[in-house]
């Protein structure tokens, strides 16, 4: 037997999915025969799908007023809301001691408030339809709408350079539990937990194309994962393959990380050869990134991995760092 994933007739929002993971997001939706509303501060000059495939609405995700305002017009337009995605986040690398409390107030807005905010408008909308396809053939226990909220791994680790970033991550995996049981049977709310993501801005994060090798190369899978395998995994969260699960984390991490304290270890040679370790992903646009000129004494760039210490995991995933939607103006 088949299994198709097709989610036609549905209404899907994407926050930040003018590029980078959220790109990825909407791109899959589309796929899947989603209808997909999406949100950025700026309109791409190239539409995911291309022209005309999403509708796109510059709102400004801090603004609870506005992702009300978006929600009420979707909809008005559509109906009904089946899907929200909460993906828009980012932040800039730097020390927390640095950070001004107006800079850590928007990178709270930015990496929680926001899925707060959309949650909370698009929960009167959920809870008041019915299951798509009510009446015909949908299952009593069906839920009338899903929610997935973008988490990351640095929800779960220490992530130096980006503290408060990880903080709302974890926050933000904390609401994902508790709405799941707060809304229960209704509204399933799960989150999806990524770990470094190959987004444009991966070769930059990570410095030269042997520096994003060398990252990648900690994860047991051998590479990044590609934002469209976010998008996988949020179309299937909000499928009928997932119907009874509600307040799950999905780990899209390929592994993990690579346990750095192996390689100071006398067993830091057991798996180095491993037949089953495939060979490190080039990063994206990696051939001009390792004929671009460096600047003497330029420090790499935020996140890179000298090659001395390879092993250790950088300190940000990718898509801390590759969002469009960064709050604008706020600067350590």
Known sequence: MSVMLDLSGQTVLVTGGARGVGRGIVERFLAAGATVEYCARHEPDLSPGGAGAARFTAVDVRDPDA?????????????????????????????????????????????????????????PVMAGQGPRGAGDTADAGDANGSIINISSVSAQRPSPGTAVYGAAKAALENLTATLAAEWA????????????VATEGAADHYGSAEQYAAVAATIPRGRMATPQEIGDACVLLSSPLAAHVTGAVLAVDGGGEWPAFLQHTPNADVFAAAPSRPAAASAPGAAAAASAPTAPGAAPAAGAVPASTAAVPAPAPTVATASPDAPEGVTP
Do not use: K, M
């Open 185 to 196: 049977p209704r509204i399933r709310v799960n989150a999806v937990r990524c770990g470094l």
């Open 67 to 123: 992702l009300q305002a978006w929600v009420d017009d979707v909809a008005t337009r559509h109906g009904r809301i089946d899907v929200a995605v909460n993906n828009v986040g980012g932040s800039p690398f730097g020390r927390f001691e640095a950070g001004s409390p107006r800079y850590l107030r928007a990178l709270v807005e930015l990496n929680f408030l926001s899925a707060a905010f959309l949650s909370r408008a698009v929960h």
